[in-house]
């Protein structure tokens, strides 16, 4: 049976029974005040009015006959007993005569009796209706009791059966939900009733054997993947945040939350270009996704304000792809960024940049005195050498120099990693910055009988460069050509004109840079192996530093055993 035919039949039973209760009290009271009223009305009125007459009879004055006459009147319309008419009419007969015979004592006392036999029979009366009274009182109290006895026992079986029938299903219900959400999916709910808690366990079966298979489906394990990855990647000390093909942020960690100052609830779901209006460094963390092509990205350190200090993070972005089925290309699916904290090798390379350029201050005064010397020993008013102290002394002399020009490029190469490059950029003649650095390589290419083959136009917009920087990165470069190429040979001087701006050529014709070593070239202190020229391998990587200050460029272009093409490229002056 079902629950809810079960409440409608316990609870309208009681209803029906309360209905019963309440009728039966109502009737039972009715009858007893009609009897009562029927005492009243009928019996005691007769009581009074013979009562009243017995007195008037007593007087025997003409008021007193006149309310002994409307008295019994009165009884004339009381008449309800049996015999009672015979004994009122009687009484009538009797007074009858009595008022045209005052002094009979005979036809009085008839009266008296028919008087006394009116009153018996309302006694009598009224103790009979009492007696019914009785009854009517006694059978209300069996019927009352009964049906209160039956309200009680229904109301007391629904108390203990109806409270268990629908808890104990419930908290069995409540247990086997606990045991799913504990990926106990093998739990199952047996009711054996078909009424709703059966209906009930059915559907709970049902749901708890798909939640079973779903478990052990490939998917379930791939969404536990999921919140594993998601784990560890919350759990990682730098800062990571996920974007999508629409550069939606998708997930972002602790770390991240932290330094963007932003919860979950601001980020996760948001697009990252609408937050960037309001947030500097997600701004700057996306600014360049988009233009960059290559898979992986690494920018220069960024200064983060972040845990009360300041620190320095190196971002990389990785952009995700994979290549759809029955596809060629690979398609973009989002992009992550990682921050690595770099803070403490920022620290250590500040102070190497500060030992360096105070070891290489502190060098240039003992070798400028050195080479003053050397050019005292040179003048032969302080007496002449002997050939053997003459190659020494050349010896000496080519060391100093090679000395003074190492600490020359190491001081500026602090000054490119403190990032305190100072320039004076300028509109400048470039046709005299090229001229400049080739009179002062004109000695060493001289040496090697290596000849300079300029290619430039007649005329030349000036140039928005630092004059003494750029003048440095020429010689640098035709010096490095010098080095580099074989006796008796050509280098080729281009100067091109772009739009926007001026492009100068130098190509030498030495054995050229192997393809491996290529994309090195530009890095600092690296040197192709095997490579017997001299040389600290920063000058290739300051005059990126100085071109790219200066809002240039510089490439190199090469062909192993063919000779190498460094170019570089300055803006023009408006």
């Not at 009598?124 to 009791?145: H, P, Q």
């Not at 730098?238 to 974007?243: A, E, K, Q, S, Y």
């Not at 003074?404 to 490059?421: A, H």
């Amino acid at each position: 049976m079902k629950i809810k035919t079960k409440l409608t039949l316990g609870v309208g039973l009681l209803f029906l029974l309360i209905i019963l209760l309440s009728s039966l009290s109502t009737w039972y009271v009715y009858k007893l005040k009609s009897d009562t009223e029927n005492v009243l009305v009928d019996n005691y009125r007769t009581l009074e009015y013979s009562r009243y007459m017995l007195l008037s009879l007593e007087s025997m004055s003409a008021d007193a006959m006149t309310k002994f006459d409307e008295f019994l009147s009165k009884q004339e319309k009381n008449i309800t007993e049996i015999n009672e008419k015979e004994v009122t009419q009687n009484l009538r007969n009797h007074f009858d005569l009595f008022r045209n015979n005052k002094t009979d004592e005979d036809i009085k006392s008839n009266i008296r009796k028919d008087l006394f036999k009116l009153m018996d029979m309302n006694m009598l009366s009224i103790r009979r209706k009492s007696e019914m009274a009785k009854e009517t009182v006694n059978s209300a109290i069996f019927w009352i009791a009964v049906t209160g006895a039956s309200c009680f026992l229904i109301a007391f079986t629904l108390l203990i059966n109806l409270p268990s029938n629908i808890a104990d299903p419930i908290q069995e219900l409540s247990k086997s939900i606990k045991q799913i959400a504990d990926k106990n999916y093998s739990q199952r709910v047996h009711f054996e009733s078909n009424n709703e808690f059966g209906a009930l366990a059915k559907s709970f079966n049902v749901m708890a054997q798909k939640l079973e298979e779903y478990n052990n489906s490939n998917l379930a394990k791939i969404m536990m993947e999921k919140r594993r990855v998601e784990t560890l990647i919350d759990k990682m000390h730098d800062p990571v945040i996920g974007l999508d093909e629409n550069m939606r942020i998708i997930f972002a960690n602790a770390e991240a939350n932290q330094i963007l100052g932003l919860s979950d609830s601001e980020l996760i779901g948001f697009q990252s270009k609408d937050l960037a209006l309001k947030n500097d460094l997600l701004r700057a963390l996306i600014i360049d996704i988009d233009a960059v092509e290559t898979e992986v990205t690494k920018t220069k350190p960024i200064r983060i304000f972040a845990n009360g200090k300041e620190s320095y993070f190196e971002k990389d972005i990785q952009h995700i792809s994979f290549l759809p089925t029955g596809e060629n290309s690979p398609k973009i699916i989002g992009h992550v960024i990682l921050l690595k904290n770099v803070t403490e090798y920022k620290a250590l390379d500040s102070a190497k940049t500060n030992f360096i350029a105070t070891v290489s201050h502190e060098f240039k005064t003992p070798i400028a005195s050195i080479k003053m010397s050397l050019q005292l020993l040179e003048n032969e008013q302080i007496g002449k050498l002997n050939p053997e102290q003459q190659k020494l002394l050349e010896s000496i002399n080519d060391d100093t120099s090679r000395l003074l020009k190492i600490t020359g490029e190491l001081l500026n190469m602090t000054q490119v990693e403190s990032g305190n490059i100072q320039l004076s950029i300028l509109p400048a003649n470039l046709l005299e910055i090229l001229q400049y650095a080739i009179n002062a390589t004109k000695t060493q290419a001289d040496f090697k009988q290596i000849k300079f083959e300029i290619s430039c136009p007649e005329t030349l917009p000036q140039v928005l460069a630092d004059s003494e920087k750029t003048a440095w990165i020429l010689t640098n470069l035709i010096s490095n050509a010098i080095r580099y190429s074989y006796e008796n040979s050509t280098i080729y001087l281009t100067v091109l004109e772009t739009p926007k701006q001026i492009k100068i050529s130098i190509k030498d014709t030495g054995q050229g840079i192997s393809p491996e070593y290529k994309d090195k070239i530009f890095n600092r202190y690296f040197r192709i192996p095997g490579t017997k020229k001299e040389g600290t391998g920063l000058g290739l990587a300051i005059s990126k530093e100085f071109i790219e200050a200066q809002g240039g460029q510089i490439s190199v272009e090469s062909e192993f055993a063919a000779g190498s093409t460094f170019s570089l490229s300055l803006n023009k002056s408006s």
